[in-house]
């Protein structure tokens, strides 16, 4: 069976007055990513994954954050760039399994929205999809809501 597995890791600072959004869904709170893009930790961890998977390095040498062209770019460009990457080299994504790290707010309500989201950026079906969300217990720059994480596992199949 000729498979390949792939890891992906982003954080951003919070700041007052930004937008916070997962997965191209708004989180409706007072503070968001301080990125130079949109600041999308969840879309910036799964490109990561998918690049990692393919060994074609990751997010930053196919998208410069000193680019000008990247600035405030909605990521779903980024994912989608990494998901065409996959089906020219002759794999699909068998699932994708993420975890977003932010104290608060909860974010159980947007599940199925951030969950559908990560899946229409990747044209799969939301079965493939999984996300799931923890705080930092209070503890480091997470649990003081200074920071937020989110990590991604992509399994990718041959076609
Ligand atoms: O971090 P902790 O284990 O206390 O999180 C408990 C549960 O709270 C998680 O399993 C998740 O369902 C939910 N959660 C959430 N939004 C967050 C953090 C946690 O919905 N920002
Ligand atoms: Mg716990």
Redesign the pocket.
């Known amino acids: 069976m000729d498979v390949r597995i792939g890891l992906g890791w982003d954080n951003h600072r919070l700041a007052e007055g930004r937008t916070l959004v997962l997965a191209g869904v708004r989180v409706p709170c007072g503070f968001g990513f301080d990125a130079h893009s949109d600041g999308d930790i969840l879309l910036h961890a799964v490109t990561d994954a998918l690049l990692g998977a393919l060994a074609l390095g990751d997010i930053g040498m196919h998208f410069p954050d000193t680019d000008p062209r990247w600035k405030g770019c909605d990521s779903a460009v980024f994912v989608r760039h990494a998901a065409s990457l996959v089906r020219q080299r002759g794999y699909r994504i068998g699932n994708v399994d993420a975890t977003?790290i932010?104290?608060?707010?909860?974010?159980?309500d947007l599940?199925e929205a951030i969950r559908s989201g990560l899946a229409a950026a990747l044209e799969l079906e939301p079965e493939r999809v999984s996300v799931?969300?923890?705080?930092?217990?209070k503890v480091g720059p997470v649990g003081e809501g200074r920071s937020a994480e989110a990590q991604a596992a992509v399994l990718l199949v041959r076609d």
């Open positions: 977003v932010l104290q608060r707010p909860k974010l159980g599940r799931k969300f923890k705080t930092a217990e």
